[in-house]
Nanobody
């Protein structure tokens, strides 16, 4: 069974840095897309950054130049967050579109991490 396990959230002062990690565990045939999304209190969930299987990346305008998404060969995606602002405070979720080994004939499926809180104090 595939699951996404996140780590790395916490409390940081404005201007500081944090790195989030999300490991895709289980028998996986291929990962197509891994993304980070966030949801602040009273707001809709928004896409922060995405990386695809061909190595391309995409960022929300609000984080360009401050956040970097990367992925290693072990099915783990990272979000390096620098120059954090209070408005970056949110629960951050990892997302993956992937093909599990079991039931691969059914095609890709979507998976979500449990969420990790990031709080930036002013």
């Amino acid at each position: 069974q595939v699951q996404l396990v996140e780590s790395g959230g916490g409390l940081v002062q404005a201007g500081g840095s944090l790195r989030l990690s999300c490991a895709a565990l289980g028998s996986i045939l291929r990962i197509n897309v891994m993304s980070w999304l966030r949801q602040a209190p009273g707001k809709q969930r928004e896409l922060v950054a995405t990386t695809t299987n061909d190595g391309s990346t995409n960022y929300a305008d609000s984080v360009k130049g401050r956040f970097t998404i990367s992925r290693d060969n072990a099915n783990t995606v990272y979000l390096q967050m620098n120059s954090l602002k209070p408005e970056d405070t949110a629960v951050y979720y990892c997302y993956a579109d992937l093909i599990p080994q079991r039931g691969a004939y059914l095609g890709s499926k979507s998976y979500w991490g449990q969420g990790t809180q990031v709080t930036v104090s002013s």
